[in-house]
């Protein structure tokens, strides 16, 4: 059962653009919701996280957008880079003695000149 | 501060084989914890250690089974290998259980069943 819904699974933007990423969850009982960015060869890293208490949160250029009632929450690449091309992960997960993420498949964004 | 490590890098296995995947922790973590990902798919949580002992465990059968060590780092054994385990294994660590700790993941192995 997959939990968690990624969208696109591939997103091609021109240099300077805004990148969107979609994801929708099931299990209303999550409360994390990170985003990992993942290059070629290497591990997935965290690059923003949102508790479900607020509706946004800013990093950089870098904003989560999280909409409880809809269970649905996304990431936006403001003046999206060369070097943001990468493959995007949305996650959620729960505190229940453990922290198990539950991912996302994945979107690969392509940032073109 | 040394990131989280894993070897090998790349592996190949025949199918019935048994492997052993390795993990060293990012220094201070207590907490391990594995990850499968497959080809175009995001990783799927496979298992927890929190000080030498299983902390949690996904929807992974008996023949994935692993260890924690005194110093936190981690092995991941599969026995009895199938062509599905092929995939990237990534292990991450964190410092406690608690919620909202961030876990910081290896650069993966590489598994190919053949």
């Known amino acids: 059962q997959q939990q968690v819904k990624q969208s696109p699974q591939s997103l091609i933007v021109q240099k300077g653009g805004i990148s969107i990423i979609n994801c929708a969850y099931e299990?209303?009982?999550?409360?994390?919701f990170p985003w990992y960015q993942q290059f070629p060869g290497k591990g997935p890293a965290l690059l923003i996280a949102i508790r479900p208490d607020v509706s946004e949160k800013k990093e950089g250029r870098f904003t989560i957008s999280f909409n409880k009632s809809a269970k649905q929450f996304s990431l936006h690449i403001m003046d999206s880079q060369p070097g943001d091309s990468a493959t995007y992960f949305c996650?959620?997960?729960?505190?229940?003695?453990?922290?198990?993420?539950?991912f996302g498949t994945g979107t690969r964004l392509t940032i073109i000149p | 501060e040394t990131g989280v490590t894993q070897s090998p890098t790349h592996l190949i296995k025949t199918r019935g084989q048994q492997v052993t995947l390795r993990c060293s922790s990012q220094s201070g973590h207590n907490t391990v914890s594995w990850y499968q990902q497959a080809l175009g798919q995001g990783p799927q949580f496979i298992f927890q250690y929190y000080r030498e002992e299983e902390n949690g465990r996904g929807n992974f059968p008996p023949r994935f089974s692993g260890l924690q060590f005194p110093n936190y780092s981690s092995e991941l054994n599969v026995n009895a290998l199938e062509l599905d385990d092929s995939a990237l294994y990534l292990c991450?660590?964190?410092?406690?259980?608690?919620?909202?700790?961030?876990?910081?993941f290896g650069p993966g192995t590489r598994l190919t069943v053949l």
């Open positions: 996650a959620a997960s729960v505190y229940d003695g453990n922290e198990k993420l539950t």
């Open positions: 299990n209303t009982a999550f409360d994390y």
């Open positions: 991450a660590s964190s410092l406690g259980t608690v919620s909202y700790n961030e876990q910081f």
